[in-house]
């Protein structure tokens, strides 16, 4: 069974920042896929940043140059780094990661979820 546990959300003025962790109870690498997601009340949640199999990165065209997305292998932990917060930025933000069980057989597992604010 695989744990993730969220952390790092909070309230934050407008043009702060703050970072976002998610501690995952496996080791990880280049063979997971694994990111950030968000959803604000009343919407679809939507992807914020991945990274891809093999390490790619991609964002949301509303989060980049804003948000970096990284890993830390030894401490089996991903990052959202999130600068120049705005106020349409608050929504609670979940973690995933895809793990491979079986050939071409992959599950997917999420994080509880962390409330990020930003007051204007």
């Known amino acids: 069974q695989v744990q993730l546990v969220e952390s790092g959300g909070g309230l934050v003025q407008a043009g702060g920042s703050l970072r976002l962790s998610c501690a995952f109870s496996i080791s990880i690498s280049s063979n997971n896929a694994m990111g950030w997601r968000r959803q604000a009340p009343g919407k679809q949640r939507e992807l914020v940043a991945g990274?891809?199999?093999?390490?790619?990165?991609n964002y949301a065209d509303s989060v980049k140059g804003r948000f970096t997305i990284s890993t830390d292998s030894a401490k089996n932990t991903l990052y959202l780094q999130m600068n120049s917060l705005k106020p349409e930025d608050t929504a609670v933000y979940y973690c995933?990661?895809?793990?491979?069980?079986?050939?071409?057989?992959?599950?997917?597992?999420w994080g509880q979820g962390t409330q990020v604010t930003v007051s204007s």
């Open positions: 995933y990661i895809s793990v491979q069980i079986g050939k071409n057989l992959y599950r997917d597992y």
């Open positions: 990274i891809s199999i093999g390490g790619s990165t």
